[in-house]
């Protein structure tokens, strides 16, 4: 960057960069320190970076509990399911035949081994594809999701999967398709090597029609992209940084009224929650600051009001009821929301 007179470092008083947690490198980092104004960064994802970059100053914080407490956001649950290969990793005895698949052209050979293969759960489906590990964790899905994850459903929420790479992303779309056998159009692959529909269209019908039901990606709506009506985040690859983390689990927090939530999910009520399916350990890692604000799930709501009134004023108690009056509210209409002190007892969140 070099003086410009037509533009000079005082021509503004305050600047405001967005995403400020990415907006405040290379070439733009040029264009901010140009100036001699006041600077304002915006970002849900601060990191250490960012801290550095603004000299410690942060003005104004506005928390994940406290977006769920106001209703702004909605909060979440996290399912866990393990395998065995994604804890430990495994061996593949010598003698076996493999499969050896070029990254680009995807084409296969087959080959014998001459001694035993020995991978780490950080090689799978990196190095190493375990078919029936994808498959395991898809029929888990499969069987759970409108048994213990949402009961009571009929339509499998709108469900957004992460993919390691655009190969481990193909094998996805075509298990989740073998498994739930409800056609192509169940299931789609949303990524920047997409063949056939254009990838914003993809996008637009996942947001706004009821297929497909699930979306499988990579890096595309990781970052930036609404899709209002998700209900189901499902993590099949890990993540090492924090803010990318925060990123991808924001996806499911947007809220939506219950006329549009219905015409993509037509047997959904409301949506007052989400829930990370993590197939990998990624929440389980101390990547976030936003934790669901369920903290007693088992404990019904009149018991934690009880408890309250006894004077428990311990921070998973109130949490808790936080969480389950924001669920309420959602699931109210206005009569019931007033009437909300003659609740019947034992009605609070069961998850």
Partial sequence: MVYNPAIPPETFDIIVADECHRSIYNLWRQVLEYFDAFLVGLTATPNKQTFGFFNQNLVMEYPHEQAVADG???????????TRITQQGSVVEAGHFVDHRERETRKVRWERLDEDLTYNPNQLDRDVVAVDQIRTVVQT?????LTEIFPGRTWVPKTLI???????????VRIVREEFGKGNDFCQKITYRTTGARPEDLIAAFRTSPMPRIAVTVDMIATGTDIKPLEIVLFMRTVRSRSYFEQMKGRGVRIINKDDLLA?????????????VDAVGVCEEDKTDSRPLEKKPTVSLEKLLQAVALGNTESEVISSIAGRFARLEKKLDAAGQGGSRNLPAGRGSSR
């Fill in 72 to 82: 702004v956001n909605v909060n979440y649950d996290v399912y866990r399911i393990r």
């Fill in 141 to 145: 899905f499969r069987d759970k999701v």
């Fill in 162 to 172: 992460f993919a390691k790479d655009d190969s481990h992303a193909e094998d996805i």
């Fill in 264 to 276: 993509v999910t037509p047997d959904a009520v409301t949506k007052d929650n989400f829930v990370i």
